[in-house]
């Protein structure tokens, strides 16, 4: 099956509960929120930034996102 918008709302957060990892790609603010430590600050940021492109990696990201914590990488998938 195809997807042009990327998972549902439901299959992310049965991933989240799986993985207790987000999708720095797909998942809102209110979604990144419940990942320990990513508060509503970088989530909006995280989402803001994302406008310009997917996330690649850790590295990516961290350079969109000015200040994010070395101790949120693990928290994230792409």
């Known amino acids: 099956m195809e997807r ?6 439901v299959e992310r957060a ?8 987000v999708n720095a ?3 809102d603010v209110c979604e990144l929120q419940q990942a ?4 509503d600050k970088y989530a909006t940021y995280i ?3 994302r406008k310009n ?3 690649k990696n850790w590295n990516d990201l961290k350079s969109r996102v000015s200040k994010i914590s070395k101790n949120l990488e693990d928290r994230f998938e792409y």
Do not use: A, S
């Open 4 to 9: 042009h918008f990327g998972p549902t709302m």
């Open 14 to 21: 049965f991933h989240l509960l799986e993985h207790r990892k």
């Open 25 to 27: 790609n797909y998942f």
């Open 36 to 39: 320990n430590g990513i508060g």
């Open 47 to 49: 989402v803001d930034e």
């Open 53 to 55: 492109g997917p996330y």
